[in-house]
């Protein structure tokens, strides 16, 4: 890391890296615009997403699965 970090918030940086399509998809199982689900849900979430298997239809850049990982290190915060 080349500067400090700063706290990662749920609105600010980890739900708009949820497409409508995530959401749509995975609303049976969770609202990934929802910051409770999200947060419930959140070791299952980077499980699939730092494996590469979700989305469905592409893995995310490394930068997005480092950020979530960062949200999840400090605290999960709203
Ligand atoms: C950032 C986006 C996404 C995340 C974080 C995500 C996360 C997950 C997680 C954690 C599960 C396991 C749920 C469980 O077992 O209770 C799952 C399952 C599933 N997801 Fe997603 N998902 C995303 C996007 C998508 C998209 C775009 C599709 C397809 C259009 C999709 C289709 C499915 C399907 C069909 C399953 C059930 C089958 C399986 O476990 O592979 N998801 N997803």
Same mark, same amino acid.
């Given at each position: %890391?080349?500067?400090?970090? !700063?706290p990662v918030g749920y609105a600010t940086s980890i739900r708009p890296l949820f497409r409508e399509l995530d959401r749509n998809s995975m609303l049976k199982a969770f609202? !990934?615009?929802r910051y409770e689900d999200v947060l419930d849900h959140r070791d299952a979430i980077l499980a699939r997403l730092s494996a590469?298997? %979700?989305p469905c239809d592409g893995a995310w850049?490394?930068?997005?699965v480092d950020l !979530?990982?960062?949200w999840i290190a400090g605290g999960s915060l709203p």
């Amino acid at each position: %890391m080349t500067e400090p970090a !700063l706290p990662v918030g749920y609105a600010t940086s980890i739900r708009p890296l949820f497409r409508e399509l995530d959401r749509n998809s995975m609303l049976k199982a969770f609202d !990934l615009w929802r910051y409770e689900d999200v947060l419930d849900h959140r070791d299952a979430i980077l499980a699939r997403l730092s494996a590469g298997t %979700m989305p469905c239809d592409g893995a995310w850049p490394a930068s997005s699965v480092d950020l !979530l990982r960062r949200w999840i290190a400090g605290g999960s915060l709203p």
